[in-house]
């Protein structure tokens, strides 16, 4: 089983403009739901291989509507810890080319509060974080525990920092700490932007080849219209352009890649990524970039089912 742990949440995405000699042309928000870590586990669930969610989700209207959609998208909640406290939520702006700007309202919401799980069952051959759940206190040391212990027992451990900057307080203590992780961290994906900003301007592919030597197996770099890559510490061993589609938005996106690197990984019996040769790699990196190409010709993250898959083109 693959278990994801992160953050659930409600983004509020623009819908129709409201009455501009009232609202000032405001556009009404319309609640769907949301999160990295949380869009990663739709994805790996909706493609049919066994996934778990692990995180705290309010017991409010919108945590019962998270907890459905993953029931309704093949997910585990097992793991899950449910409280009384509110739903994180996410104010979503598009810019012209359907790109997503956030603004969080996190302070005393469930997802932070998560308590350590202990070790994961035995079944568990993937754990999955990032996002705010790598940020905010006090479930950031929660899941950093999780990191270092499942690494430890040779359990497949994938990151997705997915930088939230305005979230970080402390930029450069936050870059110390994801150095930290690299050692633990088997699979690294990361976009652009997020590389960009983690090292302050370096090249996204010196940027992985030190990371792979700090410790990480494979670096995938998702790279906007340049299609996806991937660098393990013989280089950059594979590459493969998007797809192209008419975008809606990119909400998800990175997600959905997160997600079918997973289900392609485990549907290939992948434990260990250092294994995987350039073919393999090819292989895993257009089946993430045909599932993207799904979730951004749709309004929000709606990551593909394996149906979507096989029927696209």
Do not use: C
């Not at 061993?237 to 485990?266: K, M």
């Amino acid at each position: 089983m693959i278990v994801v742990g992160g953050e659930a949440l409600v983004d509020l995405v623009p819908g129709e403009p409201l009455d501009s000699t009232v609202d000032g042309g405001l556009r009404a928000l319309l609640p769907r739901m949301g999160g990295g870590p949380y869009n990663v586990a739709l994805a790996a669930g909706r493609l049919g291989v066994p996934t778990g969610f692990f995180s705290r989700v309010s017991n409010d209207r919108f945590g019962m509507a998270l907890v459905d959609r993953l029931h309704a998208s093949g997910v585990d909640t097992a793991l899950l810890q449910r409280g009384n406290e509110p739903t994180t939520l996410a104010v979503v702006a598009l810019d012209e080319k359907g790109s997503a700007q956030y603004t969080f309202y996190t302070e005393g919401t469930a997802d932070r509060l998560v308590g350590d799980p202990g070790a994961l069952p035995e079944n568990v051959t993937a754990l999955s974080l990032g996002t705010l759940g790598m940020v905010l206190e006090p479930g950031a040391s929660t899941y950093e525990t999780m990191l270092r212990r499942e690494s430890a027992r040779g359990v497949l451990t994938v990151l997705d920092p997915n930088i939230r900057a305005a979230l970080i307080a402390d930029p450069a203590a936050y870059r110390a700490r994801f150095e930290s992780w690299l050692p633990d961290v088997r699979l690294l994906k990361i976009s652009d932007d997020d590389t960009e900003w983690l090292t302050e301007g370096a090249d996204p592919i010196d940027a992985a080849k030190v990371w792979t030597s700090a410790g990480v197996d494979a670096v995938v770099l998702t790279r906007g219209a340049q299609g996806l890559s991937v660098i393990t510490r013989a280089g950059e061993i594979a590459r493969v352009p998007s797809r192209r589609v008419a975008v809606v938005d990119t909400i998800g996106a990175g997600d959905t890649v997160q997600g079918a690197l997973l289900a392609w990984l485990y549907s290939n019996e992948v434990r260990d990524v250092s294994t995987l040769d350039a073919d393999g790699w090819r292989s895993a990196l257009e089946f993430a970039a045909k599932a993207a190409s799904i979730t951004v010709s749709r309004s929000g993250a709606e990551p593909p089912t394996a149906e979507d898959m096989a029927s696209a083109v």
